[in-house]
Nanobody, 123 residues
C-alpha cells in the first residue's frame, strides 16, 4: 500500500508561485509514475503533469511553460512547481502514483491518490 500526502497549497495572488510537495511511502518510489491532477468546482479532474523514468509530460497548453514536475527519489517526494499563477489555476490539486510505471494522463491508470491540497489564486 502506498500513501501519498500533499502539502504546499494556499492562497496566492495572480502572478505568484507555489511549490506543491507529495510525500510517498513504499519501498519502490523510484519506479513509480508520479502524477499531478487538479479539480476545480463543478469540473472534472484534469491531468496536469506526470513523471517516470526521467521523462515528464504535461497536460493542457495552459500549464506548459509555467508548471514543472520534479521528484527526489531519495526523499520519496514529488514536486509541482507552479509559476505565473492565474485565477483559472484555482483548484484542489491531487498527487497520484502508478506502481507499475509508464506515463499516462488518465485518472484510471493511477493506483493511489493523495487527499488533495487547495490552491487559490486571487486576481
Amino acid at each position: 500500500q502506498v500513501q501519498l500526502v500533499e502539502s504546499g497549497g494556499g492562497l496566492v495572488q495572480a502572478g505568484g508561485s507555489l511549490r506543491l510537495s507529495c510525500a510517498a511511502s513504499g519501498p519502490a518510489f523510484h519506479t513509480y509514475t508520479m502524477g499531478w491532477f487538479r479539480q476545480a468546482p463543478g469540473k472534472e479532474r484534469e491531468f496536469v503533469a506526470a513523471s517516470w523514468s526521467g521523462v515528464s509530460i504535461y497536460g493542457t497548453e495552459s500549464v506548459k511553460g509555467r508548471f514543472s514536475i520534479s521528484r527526489d527519489n531519495a526523499r520519496k517526494t514529488a514536486y509541482l512547481e507552479m509559476n505565473n499563477l492565474k485565477p483559472e489555476d484555482t483548484a484542489v490539486y491531487y498527487c497520484a502514483a502508478r506502481s507499475t510505471g509508464g506515463l499516462g494522463r488518465d485518472t484510471v491508470i493511477y493506483d493511489y491518490w493523495g487527499q488533495g491540497t487547495q490552491v487559490t489564486v486571487s486576481s
